[in-house]
């Protein structure tokens, strides 16, 4: 049997999205369900398909199913296509799976031709009506089919006007429009160079056509991949009788939300305009009025409106989207969708449709996205601020900045900590920056991508961040920041949108976080349905407290380098660095080790009763010290300016020491426990400081934290063996001291692809396991973090060589694989090993799936991130 190309609008319903695309499933359903719907047939997605992979061509079966359809279709409506008596018009509209609002053609009108123009006249009495049909007719036809540029018709219709003293189309009268349908044909035949085919039967294949070539427009295309709609489910064509909105003042069309789209409040919100078609409404030529004014103008259709909505609403469970024409009083609905809305809106709406016992917790969570959530926990650019972006960079941290333009990091932690709204404007930062940085309302960098240092730390802080902007030229020197013909001094004002990645030259106005009580609530609903827990990546008491608040578990990833790089303690870790021999360093760390308790002291006073992963020292030791080159400009300088003596000799000193540990391959290179391996003294004070720390507090607060020490960049069951033996041995020895004990663990992070393969070894020594993802996606694939962005990775994404950035969501394939192997190896020698992931990674819901169906026990993620987390991960486990 050959293949059903061909579905009468009585033959489909709901369920058959996939193959009659949206709109066919939609309008099928409405007049399954007793709506108002015009007759009509749909070519299914397959016969676009199928066209596609044929280069073009149909399906031999397709023309003659058109045919057969549409003869129905006549026998149907009693009218005929192309018949001078009572000619059948048509709309041939294009449908895909997902919606895409606009991004595909639509036909209007088809039918209408010199021959049958007289028959519409006649019946209907009204000859500008037909005459304005027509000129809309051949202007679409002319577009979407035969490609012609729309300015031709559009000149000729503001030249008329213009002539006629006119100033809306509907000024127009029946004889201008034929004079105008006669300038219009005259457009077409100029551009194709001879008749075009005015029988109305090849236009109708020609039409079906062109919606099928629609589906592969640049604009769809753009719009599918910003959404990861495959290419590959073409669109289905919904050929429909047409139905008149302007026909005079008892005709309207228009359209309506069953509840407001921006808030999700259940009220009236739509648009209509009596006397108009299809694109008036939105075009924006004449002002559509309120949809509450028709119950004045035509209030049977209204009636029938509002119960219609109600219908739908409950029928499909969720909020409307609908476009609907009333042709002489008439209603008809020629649409219904489920609304797209923001994310305020889609909380209010879920949360209210379960209090109306519409829809249950689950499937209110199923209908929200994650990537929403994160919109509403960010101050954000009023969206009709009608702006042009001066620059665009990479979205790298969400949320909405505006401030002074300040080049210095220094500068902004000055200015900004008086209370000064400033944006840092950085070629790239470093983790010197740190104090302006959490002060400044923005980052804006040149270089670095989304996991470029300043990415990291401004989303873990919750701060708009444009990273990697290549477009811009910043003179840290001349204090200027050139944007193509524009220069911004220090103080100068800018915009940044980090949730696009949009640079705007001016102050836009703000509007505030909207988390509200239908956010808790939903996120509550979440809690009870995940079986992952949440944690949080955090390393000082405000992050830790916001985590906490924001509904964090415990922290999955305490870093202690953060701790080693404040101004107060970076002498004391330079002496520690710079030793000469164990007494030495040991001298330098008995400095530190106060400082660090200090530390730690506070985050678990934020985090009391909840556990804390924290990790032991992983930076390579050059991080502490100046940068080579710099140090060696500095020593040639004092060399050429007979500086003092000691001055000289301190500078050389530094230098030996900057050379010393200076690696060509530093990531690679002694970092992690390949310190610790080298100077055992490094994880002996740590343990002893978290656990001085985590008594204090026991002390103090009556309840301390779960401590879990985790060691870091572990490759080889020995190491882990060793640092576990020193940081027992430390921990003891502070229990004796301290005459009291509590529990503690020791585990290690899993980002080196040979921990995965020799997980069942290393997990003898191990308590618990938390897959450090951005190493072990560096590893893995072989792709630096701190680089590849602003190279070839760029280009892979864009380039779909690669389906999207593996540092934001995790490689399933590969690093995925790596994990899996890593869980599956370590449980099998410890069933119950406590297995989380701490990367970057733990906040991206695409991830998270992935995390819970390798069955981790936890995610950890930025404190902004958590309630994301929380959220995604009930999706995961639904
Ligand atoms: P989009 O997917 O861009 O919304 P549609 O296929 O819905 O495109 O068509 C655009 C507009 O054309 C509709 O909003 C409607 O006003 C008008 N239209 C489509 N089909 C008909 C019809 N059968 N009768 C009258 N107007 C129609
Ligand atoms: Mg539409
Ligand atoms: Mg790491």
Redesign the pocket.
């Known amino acids: 049997m050959s293949e059903k190309y061909i579905y009468d609008l009585h033959e489909g319903d709901a369920t058959m999205r996939n193959l009659l695309g949206g ?1 066919g499933a939609g309008v099928a359903e409405m007049a399954r369900v007793g709506v108002a719907v ?1 007759d009509a047939f749909t070519v299914t997605t397959t016969a676009s398909v199928e066209t596609m992979k044929r280069g073009g061509e149909w399906p031999e079966e397709l023309a003659p199913q058109v045919a057969e359809g549409l003869k129905r279709l006549e026998e149907r409506t009693g009218k005929v296509l192309g018949g001078k008596d009572n000619p059948l018009l048509l ?1 041939v ?2 449908g895909a799976v997902v919606s895409m ?2 991004m595909m053609d ?1 036909i ?1 009108n088809l039918g209408i031709s010199d021959e049958t123009v007289p028959a519409i006249v006649a019946e209907s009495g009204n000859e500008r009506f037909a005459w304005d049909c027509y000129r809309r007719f051949i202007q679409m036809y002319g577009e979407v089919v035969e490609g012609i540029d729309a300015h031709a018709y559009e000149d000729a219709l503001t030249n008329m006007k213009a002539r006629k003293g006119a100033t809306l189309d509907t000024d127009l009268s029946a004889e201008d429009l034929k004079e105008l349908v006669q300038e219009f044909k005259q457009i077409s035949n100029d551009a194709l160079g001879g008749e075009w085919t005015s029988d109305p039967v090849e236009q109708l294949n020609r039409a079906i056509n062109a919606v099928f070539k629609s589906w592969l427009n640049p604009r769809a295309d753009v719009y599918r991949k910003a959404n990861g709609i495959s290419a590959d489910y073409g669109t289905a064509v919904n050929v ?6 302007n026909r005079g003042e008892t005709s309207a ?1 228009g359209v309506c939300f069953t509840r407001n789209p921006s808030t999700g409040a259940k009220e009236l919100y739509g648009e209509f305009l009596t006397n108009a ?3 008036d409404v939105v075009a924006g030529i004449r002002t559509p009025r309120p949809l509450a004014e028709m119950s004045e103008v035509l209030p049977e259709a209204y009636k029938q409106l509002i119960d219609t909505m109600k219908k739908m609403e409950l029928h499909y469970k969720d909020m409307q989207d609908m ?1 609907f ?1 009333i042709e002489n009083g008439k209603l008809y609905l ?2 219904t969708r489920n609304g797209k809305r923001t994310a305020a809106a889609a909380l209010k709406v879920a949360s209210d449709l379960v209090d109306e016992g519409i829809i249950d917790k689950t499937e209110a969570l199923k209908r929200i996205e994650p990537s929403q959530l994160d919109q509403l926990l960010h101050p954000a650019i009023d969206p009709h601020h009608g702006t042009e972006a001066i620059a665009r960079g990479l979205p790298a941290s969400p949320g909405a900045a505006v401030g002074e333009v300040v080049f210095d990091a220094d500068v902004a932690a000055e200015r900004g900590g008086n209370g000064e709204p400033v944006v840092l404007v950085r070629f790239e930062t470093t983790p010197d920056d740190i104090a302006g940085v959490i002060v400044c309302q923005g980052i804006l960098t040149a270089h670095g991508g989304m996991t470029s240092h300043a990415a990291v730390v401004a989303r873990g802080m919750g701060k708009p961040c444009v990273a990697g902007a290549a477009g811009i030229k910043i003179d840290p020197v001349g204090k200027t920041l050139t944007i193509g013909d524009r220069a911004f001094k220090e103080g100068d004002v800018i915009t940044l949108n980090g949730s696009t990645g949009e640079v705007f030259g001016k102050a836009l106005e703000l509007i505030p976080p909207q988390i509200n009580e239908d956010f808790k609530k939903v996120v509550g609903w979440a809690d009870e349905v995940r079986t992952m827990g949440v944690r949080a990546n955090a390393e000082n008491f405000e992050d830790a407290s916001k985590a906490r608040e924001l509904g964090a578990e415990g922290i999955g990833l305490c870093r202690t380098e953060h701790m080693f790089f404040g101004a107060d303690r970076l002498p004391a870790v330079r002496e520690m660095i710079t030793a000469e021999n164990s007494e030495q360093r040991a001298a330098a760390l008995e400095k530190i080790l106060p400082m660090q308790q200090a530390d730690f002291e506070q985050v678990f006073t934020a985090m009391k009763g909840l556990p804390v992963t924290v990790r032991l020292l992983d930076p390579p030791l050059h991080e502490f010290l100046p940068n080579l080159v710099e140090q060696s400009l500095l020593v040639q300088k004092l060399e050429l300016t007979n500086a003092p003596a000691v001055q000289l000799e301190e500078a050389r000193r530094t230098l030996a020491q900057v050379k010393k540990l200076h690696e060509q391959n530093p990531m690679l290179g002694t970092r992690g426990c390949r310190l610790a391996m080298l100077y055992p003294e490094i994880p002996d004070m740590q343990a002893r400081a978290i656990i001085r720390a985590a008594l204090a507090v026991l002390e103090r607060e009556g309840e301390t934290i779960g401590v879990e020490i985790m060691i870091p960049l572990v490759a080889l069951p020995t190491e882990l063996k060793t640092q576990r033996a020193i940081v027992e041995a430390a921990v003891k020895d502070e229990f004796e001291k301290a005459g009291k004990e509590l529990p503690y663990t020791i585990g290690t992070m899993i980002e080196l692809p040979r921990a995965a393969m020799v997980a069942d070894q290393i997990a003898e020594h191990a308590d618990f396991y938390s897959f450090g993802t951005n190493d072990l996606t560096q590893t893995t694939i072989g792709i630096s973090r701190d680089d590849a962005e602003n190279g070839f990775l760029t280009t892979y994404v864009m380039d779909e060589v690669l389906p999207k950035n593996p540092f934001e969501s995790i490689d399933v394939d590969g690093v995925g694989a790596v994990v899996r192997i890593g869980v599956e190896k370590g449980r099998s020698v410890k069933p119950d090993l406590k297995c989380g992931v701490c990367g970057e990674h733990g906040g991206d819901p695409d991830s998270i799936d992935f995390f819970q169906s390798v069955g981790l026990n936890y995610v950890s993620c930025s404190p902004f991130r958590v309630p994301v987390a929380r959220f995604a991960a009930a999706k995961a486990a639904l």
């Open positions: 709109k015009p709309s509209r294009s609002p606009g639509t209007l429909m009788q047409m139905v008149f909105g069309t078609q299809g694109e476009e024409t020629l649409q």
